[in-house]
């Protein structure tokens, strides 16, 4: 999972899974979710994420994975 911030745009993509986006569904104003060509959730683009979502901060607890920063 990646998670993207695009200042020049206000955008936010958080992209669950390596698969290509088929299809997208806007589920309200700004916020598209994409899907696979099996259906599956690929991603999430949230437009004017500053006034969506918190951004200062970013909270991971119990990954059972190695998290890599890149600023």
């Given at each position: 999972m990646k998670i993207?911030?695009?200042p020049e745009t206000d955008s936010l993509?958080?992209?669950l899974s390596e698969k290509s986006s088929v299809e997208s569904r806007?589920?309200?104003e700004g916020v598209v979710?994409?899907?696979d060509a099996e259906g599956n959730l690929v991603g999430?683009?949230?437009d004017n994420a500053s006034n969506k979502v918190q951004l200062k901060?970013?909270?991971l607890?119990?990954?059972p994975v190695?998290?890599?920063a890149v600023a």
């Open positions: 993207n911030y695009y993509y958080i992209d806007e589920i309200s979710l994409d899907y999430i683009d949230i901060e970013l909270s607890r119990r990954l190695d998290i890599n």
